[in-house]
């Protein structure tokens, strides 16, 4: 069974920085999907960043620039560093993992939040 966790939330001001960590058991980082997702009160969850099977990256117009999605294949965990935080990027903060014949993400953490103050 997969299982997948992220750490590293928290609280800060704007123009702080944050890295979120996740790692996943029994899934490997290398040839498949790793994404990053949030959801904030009364809204939908988005994409944040995202690898693909073949390592490229893609981001959500709203952190390009500001959030860079990494791995390290031989430790198996994935990060997402924030820097140039927003009141807007307060949100629950998701890892999730998928195979790459399947067309939705197969595996999520329980999420870390994020609270950006102005």
């Known amino acids: 069974q997969v299982q997948v966790a992220e750490s590293g939330g928290g609280s800060v001001q704007a123009g702080g920085s944050l890295r979120l960590s996740c790692q996943a058991s029994?899934?490997?980082?290398?040839?498949?999907?790793l994404g990053w997702f949030r959801q904030a009160p009364g809204k939908e969850r988005e994409k944040v960043a995202a690898?693909?099977?073949?390592?490229?990256?893609d981001y959500a117009d709203s952190v390009k620039g500001r959030f860079t999605i990494s791995k390290d294949n031989a430790k198996n965990t994935l990060y997402l560093q924030m820097n140039s935080l927003k009141p807007e990027d307060t949100a629950m903060y998701y890892c999730?993992?998928?195979?790459?014949?399947?067309?939705?993400?197969?595996?999520w953490g329980q999420g870390t939040q994020v609270t950006v103050s102005s």
């Open positions: 029994r899934f490997t980082y290398s040839n498949n999907y």
């Open positions: 999730a993992a998928r195979w790459p014949w399947s067309r939705e993400y197969n595996y």
């Open positions: 690898f693909d099977n073949a390592g490229s990256t």
